[in-house]
C-alpha cells in the first residue's frame, strides 16, 4: 500500500520530488524516483512497507524489460508466483510487486483477472515505449490522471496532479458534485477541473505524445456471476469457505494485523474469522502474520453513537487485545485532516482517521475491516426492495418485514437517518401496509425489466449501490481515513469471490426467518458471540457531529462562520449556511440529522480552505516533444 505518480514527459527529480512528498503520508517508509533515458517519463513511489520489508521490495522496480510502480496487494501473490516459477520464472524479493511484472510478461493484461487484490499500478515497457495503467475490479485503491499542458500525469490523490495544472479551479459542476456525494465516485467527474478519476475494472495503454486515454473493461461482475446451491444449507458451507479463505490471504503480512472493531455483525464475522483461522492454520507456510490479535475501538463517551460495549464482548470471546480509541476533538490539526481527505462528505473525518492514528502509533499497520458488507446482503433500507421479490407471497413478505421492524434502536430520537437505522424503511413499509401495499407491489411487479426480474429487484438495488454509489464513495473515503496514517486497509467482503457469490444467491439467503445478511450470520455461527451475531442494531461509524457542533466545536465554528474568508467564499451562500449552523450550534434540541446537513452546508468552506487555499510546489510547464 503506497502512494504512487507518474508524468509524461520527465521532470527533473528536484522538481518532482515536492510533489511525490506530497503523498508521504500514504508511504511514510521510504521513496523512490525512476526517470526514462530519453525523458519520456518520470515514475515516483511513496512505500508503506507491508511486505518483504528489506530494500529489495522498493519501488519503482525495474526489470530487463518493465518498470512499476504500484500501490496496493495482491493478496494471492504465492499461488500465482508458484505458477510462474514452474514456467521458468526466478524472483529476487518475497514481494507481490516482482510477481506483478513476471505476471503481465507472461498473460499480458489478461493477468488482471489472476489477481485478487486491490490496486492502481503502472507499468512502463521499455521494448514497445508504453504505459500500462490498471484499477482493481471495484476501485478500492484510487487513481487519478490529468491531460495538462500538453503532458499526462497520473497519482494515487488528486493534490499531487495539482501541481501539473495550469491553473486550479474547482470543477464546472462543482454546484452539483458538492449536492449529490454519492453519485460521482463511480464517475470520471473530480471536484477539481482537469483532474479525471480513472476507472475501477479497467486498464488502458498510453504512449508519449498521445493525449488521450482509452480506458478498456476488463471486470464485470455480471459476466462473473456463478451456478450457486439450491440448498441454502449447502450455500452457507461455500460462503463459509469462500469468506474464510478472503480473510486468511489478507492475513499475509511482515507487520502486526489487526481490525477496526465495531460490535457490528460485519467487523465481528471478521475478526471472529481471524481467530478461527489462527486456530487451524500454518501461519508459516501461508505467509500470515502471527501478530493479530488487536481489535481498535472509538469511543464516543455517552453518545449514541458508542458500541465499545458491543466490541468488548466480541474481543472478551475471543480473547483478544482491545484498544479503545478516545476520540479528540482537538482543533490543532483540523484543516490539516480535512487537506487530508481531500473530498466533501456528509461526516466530520476525524473519527475514522483517529482510530488508523492509534494503529499507527500502536505499530499495527494492516487492518482487516467490514466494508462491503452491507451492500452486498442489505444492511441499508433497501431491503424494503425485497418485498418486490417476494411476489406477493405473505410468508416471505411476513419475513422481510420482520427483518426491518425488528430492529432494535439505540435512541430513536436522536437517529433519523438512513444510513444509521431502518426507521424511514419501517415507516415506508407500515405506510404501505396501511395503504394498499397490494396493489403498489404488484404495479413494482409488473413494471420490473425482464433481466431484472430475474436477477431480483433487491439484488438489482443492490448491485447499483455496490458498483455505483454508496459503496465506492466509502472506498475512496477509507482510503483517505487509513492512508492520511500510512495504514493499510484490507477488506474480505471485497474480495471478487464474495462478490460474484452473494450476487448469484437469490434474496432468501439474504432475507430469511427475520434477518437481514441471513448466509453470514449463519456462516459465522460459532465464531463469535450469539448476541452479536443475532444483533439487529444499526449504527454507522461517524461522527457525533450534533454534539461537537454545540459544546467542543462551538466557538471555533462560531469565529469561522464569522470570519471575512467565510463570508467572501464563492462556494457556500455565506448568510444561508452560517444559519444553518447556528441553527444546531444554538438549539439543544436539535437531532443528529440536523447536524449532519449543517456540516455538509459547511464543507465546501472547510474544503476550499483546506484544499483550494494551500500553496503547493510549482512545476514548470512542459510540453511534449518528438
Not at 450470520?521 to 458471540?529: M, S, W
Request: aromatic letters at 14%.
Amino acid at each position: 500500500m503506497c502512494g504512487i505518480l507518474g508524468v509524461m514527459p520527465a521532470v527533473p527529480d528536484y522538481e518532482f520530488k515536492p510533489v511525490l512528498d506530497l503523498l508521504a503520508h500514504r508511504g511514510p517508509d521510504g521513496e523512490g524516483i525512476w526517470q526514462e533515458p530519453f525523458h519520456r517519463l518520470t515514475l515516483g513511489h511513496r512505500r508503506l512497507a507491508i511486505l518483504d520489508l528489506s530494500d529489495k521490495g522498493k519501488q519503482p522496480m525495474e526489470n530487463q524489460q518493465y518498470v512499476i510502480t504500484f500501490n496496493g496487494e495482491i493478496y494471492n501473490f504465492l499461488e500465482i508466483r508458484r505458477e510462474l516459477e514452474q514456467k521458468g520464472y526466478r524472483f529476487s524479493s518475497d514481494t507481490d510487486t516482482e510477481v506483478i511484472i513476471a505476471a503481465f510478461h507472461e498473460w499480458g493484461e489478461k493477468c488482471l483477472l489472476r489477481f485478487n487484490g486491490m490496486w492502481a499500478f503502472a507499468i512502463w515497457d521499455k521494448m514497445n515505449c508504453r504505459l500500462f495503467v490498471s484499477r482493481d475490479r471495484f476501485g478500492v485503491k484510487p487513481l487519478y490522471y490529468t491531460f495538462a499542458n500538453g503532458g499526462f500525469a497520473f497519482a494515487s490523490e488528486m493534490k499531487a496532479l495539482i501541481p501539473f495544472l495550469p491553473s486550479l479551479q474547482v470543477a464546472d459542476n462543482f454546484e452539483y458534485l458538492k449536492c449529490h456525494i454519492f453519485d460521482y465516485e463511480a464517475t470520471d467527474q473530480c471536484l477539481i477541473a482537469g483532474i479525471k478519476r480513472f476507472p475501477p475494472g479497467h486498464y488502458a495503454y498510453i504512449r508519449p505524445n498521445e493525449s488521450t486515454l482509452q480506458p478498456v473493461r476488463y471486470w464485470d461482475t455480471m459476466q462473473h456471476l456463478v451456478q450457486v446451491p439450491k440448498r441454502y444449507e449447502e450455500q452457507v458451507e461455500q460462503f463459509r469457505d469462500i469468506f474464510t479463505d478472503a480473510c486468511r490471504i489478507r492475513m499475509r503480512a511482515d507487520v502486526p494485523i489487526g481490525t477496526a472493531l465495531s460490535g457490528g455483525l460485519d467487523s465481528s464475522a471478521i475478526a471472529g474469522t481471524i481467530a478461527w483461522i489462527a486456530k487451524n492454520e500454518n501461519f508459516t507456510s501461508q505467509r500470515l502474520s502471527a501478530d493479530w490479535q488487536h481489535a481498535f475501538v472509538a469511543t464516543f463517551g455517552n453518545t449514541f453513537l458508542d458500541e465499545s460495549q458491543f466490541a468488548r464482548q466480541v474481543a472478551d470471546f475471543l480473547g483478544i487485545k482491545i484498544h479503545y480509541v478516545k476520540v479528540d476533538t482537538r482543533l490543532d490539526d483540523f484543516f490539516e485532516q480535512i487537506y487530508l481527505f481531500e473530498e466533501i462528505y456528509l461526516t466530520a473525518p476525524q473519527p475514522m482517521i483517529e482510530v488508523y492514528r492509534a494503529m499507527r502509533q500502536a505499530g499495527v499497520l494492516v487492518s482487516l475491516d467490514g466494508h462491503g458488507a452491507d451492500e452486498l446482503m442489505s444492511g441499508y433500507g433497501h431491503l424494503i426492495w425485497a418485498l418486490v421479490d417476494s411476489h406477493l407471497s405473505f410468508h416471505q413478505m411476513q419475513s422481510v418485514i420482520d427483518a426491518i421492524n425488528g430492529f432494535n434502536y439505540i435512541d430513536s430520537q436522536q437517529i433519523d437517518n438512513e444510513r444509521l437505522t431502518f426507521s424511514r424503511s419501517i415507516r415506508f413499509i407500515l405506510s404501505q401496509i396501511r395503504h394498499s401495499t397490494y396493489n403498489t407491489l404488484r404495479y413494482l411487479i409488473k413494471s420490473e425489466k425482464p433481466a431484472q426480474g430475474r436477477f431480483g429487484k433487491l439484488n438489482t438495488e443492490l448491485y447499483k449501490i455496490f458498483h455505483q454509489t454508496i459503496l465506492p464513495t466509502l472506498l475512496r473515503n477509507y482510503d483517505r481515513y487509513s492512508m492520511a496514517n500510512g495504514i493499510e486497509v484490507r477488506m474480505p467482503f471485497m474480495d471478487y469471490r464474495v462478490v460474484t457469490y452473494a450476487f448469484s444467491l437469490p434474496w432468501q439467503s439474504k432475507v430469511r426467518k427475520g434477518y437481514s445478511k441471513s448466509i453470514l450470520r449463519d456462516a459465522i455461527k460459532g465464531r463469535i458471540p450469539e448476541a452479536i451475531r443475532l444483533r439487529k442494531t444499526k449504527i454507522g461509524f461517524n461522527a457525533p457531529i450534533v454534539d461537537w457542533l454545540k459544546d467542543p466545536w462551538k466557538n471555533f465554528l462560531l469565529d469561522l462562520i464569522h470570519s471575512p474568508s467565510f463570508n467572501h467564499s464563492s462556494l457556500i451562500n455565506p448568510s444561508q449556511v452560517r444559519q444553518q449552523v447556528l441553527n444546531v450550534i444554538l438549539n439543544p434540541k436539535a437531532k443528529y440529522l440536523d447536524g449532519e446537513q449543517a456540516w455538509l452546508a459547511l464543507m465546501p468552506y472547510l474544503w476550499e480552505q483546506a484544499v483550494m487555499k494551500r500553496r503547493y510546489p510549482v512545476i514548470k510547464r512542459y510540453q511534449w516533444t518528438a
